[in-house]
Structures are given as structure tokens and as C-alpha cells.
């Protein structure tokens, strides 16, 4: 019967069913999907309002338009027309980021004050003021300084955001827009995207903390959310390479990183990323360590499927090459005893609870990773739940070399 219960969470989150735990059960929610981890010793309460629109979503001339919404809901509505000074009384600070395909909202606050914050912070994200003075001063001096260039981003950051790139079809250095594409968005773009995206069916939330559900519920109806609106299309850059070089000067190293498409979430793969990389134990410190002064991997989820990531800091182009001989055979011959299984999980949970502990940046690491909005106790489950033959099958199946791109940045003689 435990088994069963398993393998109904898992597929329940592979489809993408939100669920809400409370005694003991699970509980479907319509309407604005909404993940209530309720913990009745904490005293702080941490809240993730996630719309599901982002830069990829962005076509050419509306790039930087998600960012620019972003700032523009912490400009204030007739409601709260300044929001900053409301939520300082209470010790808050209101925070946002723009992601390819998330705007997210968050804020830590004391549970006694949790509703007086909450309610501020959905009448701003759902019934903005959009005051035009304002919007345009919040253009000149925080949208358009903020755009991406190139020369932004260290060697290691360029080689995995272009990894990036080639395995989601996207284009990283346009995540918050050009300049001239800004330049002309107007009030009414802005309103435009925000009545097609800011809406119940596209948007979520994630609250971990001694909150009551029913409070919740009536502070989402009296805030009076839109529904039944459009949903983003992610849109596709084809860069038709599996493989680039990019020289830096000044750079006498070489940072790799190979990128891996993955089709479909299996909770396998958070295992496998602790056995191959980011440890001292992981397999790929044992088989590198010679040509390389780090080693790591990483693991990344999108609606469009996830990407698993190898890096390599390489001494060398000599010592890129030998890295580059060497990991199609660590790939192939790869195998899991028990005690490294074991110990590969042990890892991973205790991750997992700091994660848990560690306020809002620890919960939105791990919805960077929980892609279906499961609880922290049902993916620590899932990961006690998996065994050696379903890693290693996903491991043979799309972790071929071949299949791989492979992003080069430094020195190349």
C-alpha cells in the first residue's frame, strides 16, 4: 500500500496536478494553483507568487517586457500608492525577479502580519496603477541600464548560459531586452501583456508558514483575480550548433560545459546529478581532478523539458581536450553500488532541508527543482523511493556524448 501511495504522488505531479497536503491527504485545487507547506512552529511565513510568463516568451519587439512589468507593479496602485513605505512598517521588504518563464513575487513577513502583506502584494501584481510619469522614469533609470551584454558575465557564466541556449532554444543575452526595443514600450504594451498573463489560470502560489487555508481563499476572492485568459507560447531560437568556442581575452584557462535535452522530469535525476557532480565523493572529482580545478553539474527544468549540465574548469586547451577524450568513456561505463546510492540520496535530502530552512531563498531554490509544485516531504519520498536501475537507465538512455552540446570559453591556443 505505501508503495502504491508513492507512485500515485509521483504521477500526479508528472501530470502537472497540483496538490495541497493537509491531514494527511491530498487535496486537488482549481483556480490559481496553490502549494500550502503549513508549519504550525514557524514563526515566519515565506510567499512565492509565481505568474508563468517570462523573457522566452517575449517576441522581437516586446523583449524586456516581462522585466519591465516586474518593476512596474512595485510602482503602486490607488490602493497602496506607496507600497514600500506600507510594508516597512511591518519589516518587509517586497522583492521580484524575472525568469525565461516566471515572474516571481516574494516576501517573508512575521505570521501575524502575513495578511495584511498578502493582500497589498496581489493588488499590486493583478491591479497595478500603471501611472505613466512613473513608468517612464522606471524605464530610464532601471529597465534600460539593466540590459545583458556578453562582457556581463564571467568565462564559466557565458559558457553555461550559451549551454543554456543550445539545449532550450533560447536566447539568454536578450533576457531583459534590448535597449531599443525598451525604449518604445509603452503603457499600453504594458497593459496589453498584463491582461493576457496576469491571470488565475497562469499563475501560482507557494506559502510556507502557520497560515490558515481559509484565509488564503478569502483574501483571493476579495482581491477579485482575472481568469480564463491567455497562456504564453514559449517561443523558439534555433541556433542550429551543438558545439562553439568563444575566445575571451585575458583568459589563460578553458571553462567547458556540456549541455543534455531531457524530454521529461523524473525525480532520478537529482540523484544522479550528486553522483556525477558538486562533491568531493562525485564521480566526476575522481576523473578529472588532473585536468581540471573544479567539476561540477547542474540540472534545470522548463515547460518545453530539462537540461542537464556537466562543467568543467579546464587548466588548459591541452587539458579541455583531454576532459573532452575522456568523458564519453566516465559516461558510458557508468555504474552505481548501493553505498553510493545511498550516500548520493543522503546528500540530496539534507540539500533539500536546507533548502526548507532557508526563508525565501531557499524556497524558491527549490521550486527551481520542484518544476510540479510538490511538498518538501514528497520529493525527500520520491528521492528515498528511487532505485539504482531507473538512474542508470536514464543515464544510458540521454546522457550520450554524442547527443550532447558543448560550450568551450577561454583560450583556445
Keep these: 500500500m505505501a508503495e502504491a501511495k508513492k507512485r500515485i504522488i509521483h504521477e500526479q505531479s508528472i501530470n502537472n496536478v497540483i496538490v495541497n497536503y493537509r491531514d494527511g491527504k491530498i487535496h486537488k485545487e482549481v483556480g490559481m494553483k496553490q502549494l500550502v507547506i503549513k508549519e504550525q512552529s514557524k514563526s515566519l511565513v515565506h510567499t512565492v507568487i ?13 523583449r524586456g517586457i516581462s522585466h519591465f512589468l516586474e518593476h512596474a507593479v512595485f510602482l503602486g496602485n ?68 539593466a540590459v545583458s551584454q ?48 496576469f491571470h488565475a489560470d497562469n499563475s501560482f502560489i507557494l506559502i510556507y508558514g ?8 478569502k483574501t483571493l476572492k476579495d482581491i477579485d483575480i482575472p481568469s480564463n485568459r491567455e497562456r504564453p507560447v514559449a517561443l523558439k531560437v534555433n ?11 585575458g583568459v589563460d584557462n578553458v571553462e567547458m560545459v556540456y549541455g543534455f535535452r531531457l524530454p521529461h522530469y523524473d525525480i532520478g535525476w537529482e540523484i ?3 553522483i556525477l557532480g558538486n562533491y568531493s565523493i562525485s564521480r566526476l572529482q575522481k576523473e578529472f581532478g588532473e585536468f581540471t580545478y573544479t567539476v561540477g553539474s547542474t540540472l534545470e527544468w522548463t515547460s518545453t523539458g530539462g537540461g542537464f549540465f556537466l562543467y568543467f574548469g579546464a587548466t588548459s586547451i591541452e587539458a579541455a581536450h583531454s576532459v573532452d577524450k575522456r568523458l564519453s568513456q566516465v559516461l558510458e561505463r557508468l555504474d552505481i553500488d548501493e553505498q553510493e546510492l545511498a550516500l548520493a540520496k543522503k546528500i540530496r535530502i539534507l540539500e533539500i532541508v536546507k533548502m526548507k530552512e532557508g526563508g525565501e531563498r531557499g524556497l524558491m531554490r527549490f521550486l527551481a527543482c520542484s518544476p510540479y509544485l510538490r511538498n518538501f516531504e514528497e520529493m525527500i519520498e ?10 542508470l537507465s536514464l543515464a544510458r538512455e540521454f546522457l550520450i556524448r554524442q547527443r550532447a552540446v558543448k560550450v568551450g570559453v577561454g583560450k583556445k591556443s
Design 239 to 249: 541556433h542550429e550548433k551543438k558545439e562553439i568556442f568563444i575566445e575571451r581575452e
Design 150 to 197: 556578453e562582457s556581463d558575465y564571467t568565462p564559466w557564466e557565458l559558457a553555461y548560459e550559451w549551454a543554456r541556449n543550445l539545449v532550450f532554444n533560447w536566447q539568454f543575452i536578450t533576457n531583459l531586452g534590448t535597449e531599443e526595443e525598451i525604449a518604445l514600450l509603452t503603457k499600453d504594451d504594458l497593459i496589453d501583456w498584463h491582461r493576457r498573463y
Design 382 to 391: 520520491g528521492i528515498r523511493w528511487v532505485n539504482k536501475d531507473r538512474i
Design 210 to 217: 502557520d497560515i490558515e487555508e481559509h484565509e488564503i481563499a
Design 78 to 145: 490607488p490602493s497602496y500608492p506607496a507600497p514600500d513605505d506600507e510594508v516597512a512598517k511591518y519589516g518587509v521588504q517586497l522583492n521580484g525577479m524575472t525568469g525565461p518563464e516566471h515572474i516571481l513575487f516574494y516576501f517573508t513577513s512575521m505570521k501575524e502580519d502575513f495578511n495584511k502583506i498578502f493582500r497589498l502584494f496581489l493588488s499590486l501584481i493583478f491591479h497595478p496603477g500603471f501611472d505613466e510619469t512613473r513608468l517612464e522614469k522606471e524605464k530610464k533609470e532601471k529597465i534600460i541600464p
Design 50 to 62: 509565481g505568474i508563468k510568463t517570462g523573457w522566452r516568451h517575449e517576441p522581437v519587439g516586446k
Design 272 to 274: 544522479l546529478r550528486v
